[in-house]
Structure formats: C-alpha cells, structure tokens
Nanobody
Framework: VQLQASGGGLVQAGDSLRLSCTTS????????MGWFRQAPGKEREFVAA????????YYADSVKGRFTISRDNAKIAVYLQMSDLKPEDTAVYYC????????????????????WGQGTEVTVSS
C-alpha cells in the first residue's frame, strides 16, 4: 500500500491548512487511517485516527477542537483539516494505514500501522 501525503507548507499562527493523503489501494475503506507528526528532535506522535468507515475518530488532546480528520472512501483519501495552527504544530506530518482491528489504546501507537506515507512538512511561524 502506497500512501501519498500532501498539503503542507509555511503558515502563520492562527492560519489553517488541509493535509491530504491519497492511495491507489482500492480496498481503502477497509483500512484504519491515522495521522502522526514528528517535530525536529522529537519522537513521532499521534495526531488523529479514523476507523474504516469513519464512525470512530480519535484525536490527540493537543489538537482536539482544532484539527478534524475525515475520509472520502470514494476518492480513496483521508484529510486532516488543521485550524488555529500554533508554532508547536510545526512538524512533518505522516499518514498511516492498517487493516487490523484496533482497540481504543491501539489507535495512537505507531506500531499499529503497517503502511506509512512519506510525510509532508508543516511550519507554523509565530
């Protein structure tokens, strides 16, 4: 499964961005999808995740209320709408996919995702 993330860029604090993750995988609707990010010098961290049909969605506390994950199974894409961006949101953002069933504690763990995109960089200036 190949994932392609895009939409990153340089923005100012308070701005919005929408990241996209597309794939050619036709069974996309059977994949859990997640967004993670990695800031310079830090470990990769969970941002948001969506279950197969989008009925179950989780967010990291740091982005709750500002970021929205959504998926379009017809377009084989998952999105991360980011609003009210802060300098601490600066990172490389990665989309990830996996087919295995997940419990609540699994969604945020990098090892629970087998497939990763190449990342798209988001820089938020103050």
């Amino acid at each position: 499964v190949q994932l392609q993330a895009s939409g990153g860029g340089l923005v100012q604090a308070g701005d919005s961005l929408r990241l996209s993750c597309t794939t050619s995988e036709r069974t996309f609707s059977s994949y859990f999808m997640g967004w993670f990010r990695q800031a310079p010098g830090k470990e990769r961290e969970f941002v948001a995740a969506s279950s197969w049909g989008g009925a179950i969605i989780y967010y990291a506390d740091s982005v709750k209320g500002r970021f929205t994950i959504s998926r379009d199974n017809a377009k084989i894409a998952v999105y991360l709408q980011m609003s009210d961006l802060k300098p601490e949101d600066t990172a490389v953002y990665y989309c990830a996919a996996d087919t295995r069933p997940k419990s609540y504690s699994d969604y945020s763990r990098t090892e629970e995702y087998d497939y990763w995109g190449q990342g798209t960089e988001v820089t938020v200036s103050s």
